[in-house]
């Protein structure tokens, strides 16, 4: 949800926002229309609200003869007070609803869509292979460390088993991704992988891609697409302390995606599937230093990735193919050998403010007023890592050398073939 103030002092800016996103900039005028409206609402029900309390004290100043014809203009006066709060109400609604249309306001990405993103950095060289490299599920599948077979005979399409390494491998990633985490700072958090309404809503994910999230109707619960649900949720509605420095967790969870739409599309092996873990950063700070986090948890990626060992790039994610509550983010992409291309691995999103304003998390500056925070995310490691670590590190044989950083959680330097 963005500031209406800034919504009045910067029209043109948050318009240009919408073109850059791709969305219609006319959503502005019409909360601005909406806005003006609930201000002259608000004025109409405070000015009857003060006849009603001075026409109050002139009845109790009156005669008793003239108290019953000043009754009667009470009773009328107190009608006309209910209307007006009444209207107050309803505009109040409308530009809450008006603003929920609204994206977060764009901050420096590039224009256009999906494939209008800027290759910001490239991380060491793609292989060259002196033989035909296997996919990560033909070598997840001869390893015996992925069974796709009866995670589809369990539980349908798009889900899977990880078996013996294959589950080391990823709980090896995971915690030396929560030890990172640890040591940088964060606070490591198992988080609630079911949320509620207003929750998955504060945090932007019920706009256009909600057919992506699971609902269990009966409960009126959401699974979570990612931790930075219930983590943007863990101080809703809480004035938090950031007098010592932003505040940072790192949810280990795992996450689910319907991944609508997207059938014939990267429907083989572990890339794209209904469940996964992931480990995901999460900080709160003031708004001034929003951007200097957003760097900071970028850096946290890079290390990462440097500790399994695959090449990647780092993209910066065009306005129209930023999620409603993204300001600004960045995307690392680890090469696929035989994709020939670079696949997403981790983002991390600077939201501003949005994301607080929805879910009344806010924090008392200097003078000690309270002020909406702004939250970030990134992710520092997830199962679709397993992809590339298992593409790049393939040998002639079959076999896969394990990352130095890993070894100690697999137990092993090198995966065998059965």
């Known amino acids: 949800m963005i500031d209406l103030k800034f919504l009045r002092d910067n029209p043109d800016v948050v318009r240009a926002s919408q073109v850059t996103r791709g ?230 969870s795992s996450c689910f995606r319907r991944e609508a739409g997207s059938y014939g599309k990267d429907t083989r092996g572990i890339l794209r599937v209904h469940q996964f873990d992931k480990l995901e950063m999460f900080v709160y700070c003031k708004p001034e230093e929003a951007a200097a986090q957003h760097q900071a948890l970028l850096a946290m990626e890079r290390e990462m990735l440097s500790a399994v060992e695959v090449p990647y790039r780092i993209i910066d994610v065009a306005g129209g193919d930023l999620g409603s509550s993204a300001a600004r983010k960045f995307d690392t992409e680890a090469w696929v050998p035989t994709q020939n291309t670079y696949r997403e691995l981790t983002s991390t999103s600077n939201c501003t403010t949005f994301q607080a304003r929805r879910l009344s998390t806010r924090y008392r500056d200097e003078n000690g007023k309270p002020q909406v925070a702004a939250t970030l995310n990134g992710t520092l490691a997830t199962t679709r890592w397993l992809v590339a670590i298992l593409e790049n590190n393939q040998r002639a044989d079959g076999s896969v050398v394990v990352p130095e950083a890993l070894r100690p959680f697999v137990g092993k330097e090198i995966l065998e073939p059965r």
């Open 23 to 252: 969305d219609d900039p006319a959503l502005v005028d019409a909360l601005l229309e909406a806005d003006e409206a609930r201000r002259q609402a608000i004025k109409a029900a405070d000015e009857l609200r003060a006849e009603q309390k001075a026409f109050g004290k002139k009845i109790g100043q009156a005669s008793p003869e003239e108290r019953p014809a000043l009754l009667e203009g009470s009773n009328e006066l107190k009608e006309r007070v209910k209307a007006a709060e009444e209207e107050q109400k309803a505009a109040e609604e409308r530009v809450q609803a008006a603003q929920m249309r609204l994206g977060n306001v764009v901050e420096g990405a590039p224009a256009g869509g999906e494939d209008d993103y800027v290759v910001l950095e490239h991380v060491g060289q793609p292989r060259e292979f002196d033989f035909e490299p296997k996919d990560h599920l033909d070598l997840g599948e001869s390893l015996g460390l992925i069974d796709m077979k009866r995670g589809t005979k369990v539980s349908g399409s798009r889900f899977y088993y990880l078996t013996g390494d294959g589950a080391l491998l990823q709980l090896g990633m995971l915690t030396l991704a929560a030890q990172k985490a640890r040591d940088a700072g964060f606070q490591v958090m198992i988080p609630p992988v079911l949320v509620r309404p207003e929750i998955m809503n504060g945090t932007g994910f019920l706009g256009e891609h909600s057919d992506e999230i699971y609902y269990l109707e009966r409960d009126d619960l959401y699974l979570v697409g990612t931790s930075e649900v219930a983590l943007a949720g863990y101080h809703a509605d809480e004035i938090i302390d950031l007098s010592r420095g932003p505040v940072k967790y790192a949810g280990w």
